[in-house]
């Protein structure tokens, strides 16, 4: 079981930047971010396989967000530009055993807050 531990949300006035990480206790094939805002689904933001050959966003935050990796301290990133009130949510890190759609393992959540 790989425990995944996330850091960096806060509050931030619209078009500031925000870096959320996310600590994984091991490796995986792949590390991501979702986000919930309150009242609504919970979404895919963004991916990278641990190679880094594989790299998605959603299209929302796509020349927003930028998602990184450091393999030697099992650690995900996510750089977060431009922020929109709208991009205010729970950020969910997420990894995956294997290729697919599936994720297996989830972390606790960090709020982002964007001010208008």
Do not use: H
């Not at 509050?11 to 930047?17: D, E, N, P, R, Y």
């Not at 977060?80 to 393992?105: F, H, I, W």
Request: net charge positive; glycine share 12%; charged share 20%.
């Amino acid at each position: 079981q790989v425990q995944l531990v996330e850091s960096g949300g806060g509050l931030v006035q619209a078009g500031g930047s925000l870096r959320l990480s996310c600590a994984a206790s091991g490796r995986t094939f792949a590390l991501g971010w979702f986000r919930q805002a309150p009242g609504k689904e919970r979404e895919f933001v963004a991916v990278t396989t641990w190679s880094g050959q594989i790299i998605d966003y959603a299209d929302s935050v796509k020349g927003r967000f930028t998602i990184s990796r450091d393999n030697a301290k099992n650690t995900v990133f996510l750089q977060m530009n431009s922020l929109k009130p709208e991009d205010t949510a729970v950020y969910y890190c997420a990894g995956q055993k294997s290729a697919g759609l599936r994720y297996d393992y989830w972390g606790q959540g960090t709020q982002v807050t964007v001010s208008s």
